[in-house]
């Protein structure tokens, strides 16, 4: 298996059981970013870690800008920019994470439904 398409079996994992844990469970979602929310720019810092993780494997062995994948490298590529604007000006992932409520963890379901609909569009082009 090469490493493109080990990094697309990645990303199809990562964001089937992401995309599939915002439509089924968006109010828990709310809660974890009202936690983090909770505990001010420490809390932003746990999601730089997360963005950063994600995005930095994917940037560091899925450089592929044509086709299909072209859409895993720019999704990589952007959650390392967020991790760095995360890591570097946390008043603005805090300011982010202020638009979280629990009357509106319905709109999780919309990032759930994104994140299906890449791991599908990986899928179809590996199986291709």
């Avoid at 089937?16 to 909770?38: C, D, K, N, Q, Y």
């Avoid at 086709?67 to 490298?73: A, F, N």
């Avoid at 603005?92 to 963890?105: C, N, P, T």
């Amino acid at each position: 298996m090469s490493t493109h398409t080990a990094i697309q079996l990645f990303a199809i994992i990562h964001f089937t059981t992401i995309g599939l844990s915002h439509v089924v469970a968006p109010r828990a979602w709310a809660e974890f970013f009202l936690l983090l929310r909770a505990k001010g720019h420490a809390g932003v810092l746990v999601v730089a870690f997360i963005s950063l993780g994600f995005g930095s494997i994917v940037a560091a062995f899925h450089q592929v800008w044509t086709g299909i994948p072209l859409v895993l490298t720019l999704i990589g590529w952007g959650q390392v920019l967020k991790g760095l604007l995360y890591f570097c000006i946390p008043a603005y992932g805090l300011r982010k994470l202020g638009l979280v409520s629990i009357e509106r963890s319905w709109m999780f379901v919309f990032p759930g439904v994104f994140l299906l609909a890449i791991a599908a569009l990986l899928t179809y082009h590996l199986a291709s």
